[in-house]
């Protein structure tokens, strides 16, 4: 079966410290991946994904994600982090010609920036 | 637009009790799914659709049901509630973009709770 995992499942870091968030998936097919963040006691929002072209792909707020398919990672980056950007982030997957564009997501990481 | 739409926020169920979820999109969306999260777990599949009168099961379809009369609309019934059914329900919709890859948006959620 298809995963997503997400390495760590909590990141704490010091306001303007960067931080990565580690993302890797089974597959050996095309892929698209994306990233969500979660706010507390909000819904999901997307914050990029990769469909093709570029395997460095920029979001919003800063983040950026760069696809590696040797490796099959996905890992999201941030060169400095805001107190506000603390949330729960998730990478999931879905494959070329799969079902129904259905999302296979990570167990998420809960990103932690102190001041 | 509103986006995705759910109701209630909130909802306490007596075990064997049902209700149902409800989710509205105005995106004109022809794809719709729902999730459960459970703390630590990420987001698994319940069910989806693909289109009014068209839906399937996802990965944890026990205990629910589904419908989807209109495009706009895809409630999540729950029948003979249980505690393992205690959970954050999120809606979401989709849309083909030109490459085969579906972006999706999700709805605030509901969070329910079964004592």
């Known amino acids: 079966a298809q995963s997503v995992t997400q390495l760590d499942s909590q990141v704490p870091v010091f306001e303007e410290a960067p931080v990565e968030l580690r993302c890797n998936y089974s597959s050996s097919v095309s892929v698209y991946l994306f990233w969500y963040v979660q706010y507390p006691n909000q819904g999901l929002q997307l914050l990029l994904k990769y469909l093709s072209g570029s395997t460095l792909v920029k979001g919003i707020n800063g983040f950026e994600a760069e696809f590696n398919k040797s490796q099959t990672s996905f890992h999201l980056r941030k060169p400095s982090v805001h107190i506000s950007d603390t949330a729960e982030y998730f990478c999931a997957v879905t494959y070329y010609g799969g079902s129904q564009g259905n999302l296979i997501f990570g167990k998420g990481t809960k990103l932690s920036v102190k001041p | 637009n509103a986006g995705v739409t759910q109701t209630p926020k909130f909802r306490i169920l007596k075990i064997g009790q049902s209700m149902t979820l409800q989710c509205t999109q105005d995106?004109?969306?022809?794809?719709m799914y729902w999730y459960r999260q459970d703390p630590g777990m990420g987001l698994k599949l319940i069910y989806y659709?693909?289109?009014?009168?068209?839906?399937d099961k996802g990965e944890v379809p026990n205990g629910y049901n589904v419908s989807r009369s209109t495009t706009e609309d895809f409630p999540l019934r729950l029948e003979l509630a249980a505690p393992s059914q205690t959970s954050v329900y999120f809606c979401a919709s989709s849309y083909p973009t030109g490459r085969g890859s579906y972006e999706q948006y999700f709805g605030p959620g509901t969070r329910l709770t079964v004592t």
């Open positions: 995106m004109n969306h022809n794809y």
């Open positions: 659709s693909v289109g009014a009168g068209i839906t």
